[in-house]
């Protein structure tokens, strides 16, 4: 006989499939035994049908489709005999599930069923509904379903009541209808029924609140009084586990009362004797025993305030909390978590032992008691916890160490007293595991440094020592390689010094040394490396000793085959060799960066409201174009550069590069940091030099070619904090000339200053044969973005045009507003002229495009001319 | 709609190999064999020392080993684990009282009685009937009719 025809008994099968070595052997084996099934089903075999679902639902459970034995439960459903009716009902419910269409088939039968004498037939019914109906079949059968509540045996009515959980879980209108039968439900001797009615109480409550209005009056009682015959009930053999009656009956009464004490007074009072009986009687050194305790205690800890129970249940869950067994403890410290709401100096208490869970070889535990810890820390235990924790820091093992990281990174940044702590803790945890901490946790640390003026010199003494010791934790190299760049005088010169440090000498070649060694690291990635060449450059120009020595070092980086590392180094190259005298002020003292603004952003949320720049008391022809906060966080925007967008990160040099150079021209030695006013200068000026990250180098260039000219006239004008307006060169196309020729050309360009905004060239904007369109540009002050286009048309033929009608087209971000023409009739060899009002909404990032429509007769025939005029200035 | 109590419960043994799969929740065919492989891998990896919950995604898994398998039961966040751990123990009680000495072939080779039984304990994610008396009643009821 074929092995694999459909008289293959289900064992057969089995012992087929187990004999195979391989997944593919199994793969084949099944494959032949679907197509016998198949083929057998389209031959709609009678008898051997219910095997082949057995088969099928085996098959299913491996994880093979399959869907066309669907249709075969629908016919083993249909037929009379039980056990065909039970595997039908099974496959149904293993098969199918509630999203196919098959399954509205299915409710007639079911509702036959639901009415068929034998009660098991009805159980089965009752089960399938209960476990896969839809909406609608649920309101289909509602009726015979609520009439099931009431049947005479108890089986059905269990299997009634939780058939309708799932009814009104899918149609909560139906609700109403279910909650007297359920409170009669309640009050049932049977085990079954009062487990089943429990849980339709429960999920009534939570579905409806009239319901839960209804049994909080009527029931409460009845509860107690059922909760307290079992517990005092004698041994009953049935329903015993571990020396307890029905703990699940327990556990479900002991919820359902949670739902109706929470939150009203009168009824918690109800409870309160029998709460307090069973926490007490209960002996916990049995699982049963325990799992009701755990129930008990998150009861009373959801009921109501009653003082003696709550103690009670603290100590309960003490007593959790040093047993033996871990289970018992995961769920102590899950319990805790809850009551830390509710009692948060109980919980205190138990810190030490906590503390002791944090570090158990349970990951679940570990895990747990993590979150437990960070939920009780507050002003006053934060420094002992922090130090506790970042010690375990050390100990712990890998996939711990990123979720411990975050953890004691928040609470740091949270809950710190002094800075000085912040920097501390900081340090540590990055020696430790500075490759787990997140981006934005460094970027806050350089904020906080920054912004701690009398610890500058501790922060940078510190972070060298912590850099010699410990150089693979990235995090940690970059925040010193920073840091030694900012304040590497500090370090050499031992400024700043604090009591509690001892003096440490550091020699300019050490300094150079510490980031000498973060840039050969073969571990350093390019956001490291990038770092430690602008710090390079600082420190260039604050130990000028050193300059031969880091030129060298950046020549090295010339050829990289990085882009990024390959322009910053012929950029600051060049900066060195030719231009000596702007490189003081260009890597002055970064401008201290708003905190408040900083942690805004970090918490997601775009301060709008635009700074103004008062502190400078000039009006600045180009307005503040963005939102203060984006470009502060531009600037040390650094770790976004490791995508590949390499120019973006050249205009970030830029930015790097200007934001150093606006500090007060006239003070460069100084140490005090610039007022906030300038920095809104600093902002002023990239929110014109801050440009999408553009994708060819051109475009960097085109800023510098923008940008220089207005550091040329800063450089020049020591003291004067004006900004020359900018002054777009005419002459500055968006060639792709390398960078140093516009470096070179730069101090010679004359500088056309408008004081009443820039002059702007005419331009042809298009040109036939028989027609020219000049435009001519104009700004106001205070208003870069919108232009004023003064068009003049100019008739080359000598015909005369009638009907003259210009129109215009724009992108979505440019808004056009054209004005009448001076007149519709175009003269031969005559211009006319039109006004219009461009408002450019990405003004400095995108320039003027149009497209021109212009229609005219020529004695009484139509002429259309279109173009599109690309060449406006960059600028405007 | 929050779900019931109870997600799955599932019979892996040592190998991984999946023998029986009770889904009270609808997940694909894909979505099941990654989610039975992830959770597998994770209790199978544990010793005997470490508790027997583990935290899973946005759910609760509570296992335990009896012999060469697994029981696995996935369940919400906010039920009592301790009893969960009691109804794993009654199931396994309730099989043994049926088959005798239940071992894994046992539940291999009677998929679908092992499925009635488990049909009349829970239901829709709750559990119905405690006492193996009445849950072993109407099976042994077939068993004589068949």
């Known amino acids: 006989m074929n092995p694999f025809s459909s008289g293959t008994r289900l064992r057969d099968m089995i012992r087929a499939i187990r004999a195979c070595k391989t997944a593919a052997e199994e793969r084949a084996v099944v494959r032949k035994e679907c197509a016998a099934i198949r083929a057998a089903i389209s031959e709609n075999d009678q008898d051997y049908r219910h095997r082949n679902l057995a088969k099928l639902m085996f098959i299913h459970m491996l994880g093979y489709p399959t869907h066309f034995g669907q249709m075969e439960c629908l016919k083993l459903i249909a037929s009379s005999g039980f056990p065909e009716k039970r595997i039908g009902y099974l496959g149904l419910m293993l098969l199918l599930d509630e999203r196919q269409e098959v399954l509205m088939l299915v409710t007639n039968s079911l509702k036959q069923d639901l009415n068929h004498s034998n009660q098991y037939i009805i159980g089965l019914a009752l089960c399938a509904l209960g476990n896969i109906c839809s909406a609608e079949m649920a309101r289909d059968l509602a009726p015979e379903v609520e009439r099931l509540l009431q049947f005479r045996d108890p089986n059905i009515r269990k299997k009634a009541a939780l058939c309708s959980i799932r009814i009104i879980k899918k149609v909560p209108d139906l609700a109403e209808n279910f909650i007297n039968p359920a409170a009669s439900l309640l009050r049932e001797k049977h085990h079954g029924v009062l487990i089943t009615g429990v849980q339709l109480c429960t999920d009534l409550c939570k579905v409806s609140s009239e319901a839960l209005e209804y049994f909080r009056e009527k029931c409460t009682d009845g509860l107690v009084k059922t909760l307290r015959d079992m517990a005092n009930s004698p041994y009953a053999p049935e329903y015993d586990v571990a020396g307890i009656t029905d703990p699940f009956l327990h556990i479900r009464l002991l919820k359902l009362m949670r739902i109706l004490g929470q939150g009203d007074a009168d009824a918690s009072d109800c409870m309160n004797d029998i709460l307090a009986q069973v926490a007490t009687k209960i002996e916990s050194n049995k699982n049963a025993g325990n799992a009701i305790l755990y129930e008990c205690v998150g009861t009373i800890m959801g009921i109501e305030d009653n003082g003696g129970l709550r103690v009670l249940a603290v100590n309960i869950l003490g007593r959790f909390l040093s047993n033996r067994d871990n289970n018992i403890r995961y769920v102590a410290l899950n319990m805790l978590m809850k009551a830390m709401t509710v009692d948060s100096q109980a919980v205190q208490r138990h810190r030490a032992t906590i503390l002791e869970c944090v570090k158990d070889s349970d990951a679940s535990i570990r895990k747990k008691a993590l979150d437990l810890v960070y939920l009780l820390v507050n002003e006053s235990n934060v420094k002992p916890l922090t130090k506790d924790l970042i010690e375990y820091l050390e100990t712990s093992d890998q996939d711990f160490k990123g979720v411990l990281t975050d953890k004691i990174c928040s609470l740091v940044e949270k809950f710190s007293p002094e800075k000085i702590w912040y920097i501390d803790q900081m340090l540590k945890v990055l020696s430790e595991a500075g490759n787990f901490v997140k981006d934005e946790v460094w970027h806050a640390l350089i904020v906080v440094i920054s912004n701690a003026s009398d610890l500058h010199g501790y922060s940078v003494r510190a972070l060298y020592r912590a850099f010699q010791t410990s150089t693979e934790q990235e995090s940690l190299v970059r925040v010193a390689v920073w840091c030694i760049g900012e304040y590497g005088d500090m370090l050499i010169n031992n400024i700043g010094m604090l009591d509690i440090e001892e003096p440490i000498t550091v020699t300019y070649s050490d300094a150079v040394d510490a980031v000498e060694v973060a840039i050969k690291r073969h571990t350093s990635d390019i956001t490291t490396k990038a770092m430690a060449l602008i710090a390079l450059l600082k420190l260039s120009s604050r130990f000028p000793s050193c300059s031969e020595r880091i030129k060298d070092i950046i020549l090295q980086n010339k050829q990289s085959f990085v882009l990024e590392l390959q322009q910053r180094s012929i950029e600051f190259n060049c900066i060195l060799q030719k231009h000596q005298n702007i490189r003081a002020a260009l890597v002055e003292r970064m401008p201290v960066l708003d905190e408040a603004t900083f942690s805004g952003r970090r918490a997601g949320s775009l301060p709008t409201s635009v700074s103004t720049s008062t502190g400078t008391g000039h009006s600045l022809p180009n307005g503040i174009a963005k939102p203060a906060a984006a470009p502060v966080t531009d600037l040390l925007d650094l770790s976004s550069d490791d995508a590949p967008a390499p120019s973006s990160s050249g205009v970030d040099f830029l930015q790097d590069l200007l934001g150093v150079d606006l500090s007060p021209a006239s003070a460069p030695q100084s140490t005090s940091r610039p007022p906030k006013g300038s920095a809104d200068v600093l902002l002023d000026l990239l929110s014109i030099g801050a440009s999408p990250p553009a994708q060819s180098n051109s475009s960097a260039s085109d800023m510098l070619s923008s940008i220089q000219d207005n550091t040329a006239p800063l450089a020049n004008l020591n003291g004067l904090l004006s900004l020359s307006p900018l002054s777009a060169n005419a002459t500055s196309p968006a060639s792709p000339a390398p960078v140093m020729d516009l470096l070179d050309g730069f101090g010679s360009s004359p500088q056309k200053k408008a004081e009443n905004g820039p002059a702007y060239p005419s331009l042809v904007a298009y040109e036939s044969s028989s027609l020219r369109m000049s435009f001519n540009f104009s700004k106001q002050p205070g208003n870069p973005q919108t232009t004023l286009i003064q068009a003049t048309f100019t008739n080359l033929s000598p015909n005369v045009y009638n009907d003259f009608l210009f129109q215009a087209a724009v992108p979505k971000f440019l808004q056009l507003h054209l004005d009448s023409a001076s007149s519709n009739i175009l003269p031969a060899n005559g211009s006319i002229s039109q006004s219009m009002k461009v408002t450019n909404s990405q003004h400095g990032k995108k320039s003027l495009v149009m497209r021109i429509r212009i229609a005219y007769k020529i004695n009484d025939k139509d002429v259309l001319e279109e173009g599109q005029v690309n060449n406006f200035p960059r600028d405007l | ?146």
């Open chain 2, 1 to 146: 709609m929050k779900e019931m109590g109870i997600r799955f419960i599932l019979m892996v043994n040592k190998q991984g190999q999946t023998r029986l799969a009770q889904y009270y929740e609808w997940l694909t065919l894909e979505e099941r064999r990654a989610l039975e492989g992830e959770i597998v891998r994770k209790c199978l990896a544990r010793n005997e020392q470490q508790c027997s919950f583990v935290e899973h995604r946005n759910y609760k898994i509570v296992y335990r080993r009896y012999a060469s398998l697994f029981f696995l039961v996935g369940v919400e966040n906010d039920e009592n684990e301790l009893a969960i751990l009691e109804f794993i123990h009654l199931l396994v009680e309730t099989m043994d009282r049926h088959f005798g000495n239940v071992c894994e072939l046992d539940i291999m080779f009677h998929l679908e009685k092992a499925h009635f039984m488990l049909e009349e304990m829970v239901m829709n994610g709750s559990i119905v009937e405690t006492s193996k008396a009445n849950i072993l009643s109407p099976i042994q009821l077939m068993e004589k009719a068949s």
